[in-house]
Structure formats: structure tokens, C-alpha cells
């Protein structure tokens, strides 16, 4: 599954990506963008299209770690408990 973030400091409201994914981005006003972070799988192709688009690259597409997920520099460090 697809896991998406849009950075909402950056995105200044152009909607191309609720026009190339509506059933993933929506517009609520002229400015807030609503958007599902985790869309099934069949918009994954539309999701890319819509990223790419973005004039202001706010949509990052499987940037998105799970909770559980070990981070690299944590691994590094030493961190990993011992199960």
C-alpha cells in the first residue's frame, strides 16, 4: 500500500494534485487540501502523476515510514534493543 505525506508549509494550493488524483487529494476552500496518507494500491500510478506534478514538490509518495520501522541512525548508534 502507498503511503503518502504533503508538506503543508510548502504546498501553496495549485491542486494539480486533486486534479490528476480526486479520489486520493481534495481541495476544502481555495487553499486546505485534504488527502487520504495511506490509498490503495490501484492509485499508486496516479499518485506518482500527481507528485510529479506538484509545481512545489509538496507530495512525497512512500516517504512515509511505518511506526514500527527501525530508524538507520538509531541501528547505527547502537539502539536496537536485543529481543
Given at each position: 500500500m502507498p503511503r503518502i505525506a504533503v508538506d503543508l508549509n510548502r504546498c501553496q494550493g495549485y491542486a494539480q494534485c486533486a486534479f490528476l488524483a480526486p479520489g486520493v487529494f481534495a481541495m476544502h476552500g481555495d487553499e486546505a487540501l485534504l488527502y487520504?496518507?495511506?490509498?490503495?494500491?490501484?492509485?499508486?500510478?496516479?499518485?506518482?502523476?500527481?507528485?510529479?506534478?506538484?509545481p512545489v514538490q509538496a507530495v512525497l509518495v512512500d516517504a512515509v515510514e511505518p511506526a514500527d520501522a527501525v530508524d538507520p541512525a538509531d541501528a547505527a548508534a547502537g539502539a536496537v534493543s536485543d529481543r
Open positions: 487520504d496518507p495511506e490509498p490503495d494500491e490501484g492509485q499508486r500510478e496516479k499518485l506518482a502523476q500527481a507528485a510529479a506534478a506538484c
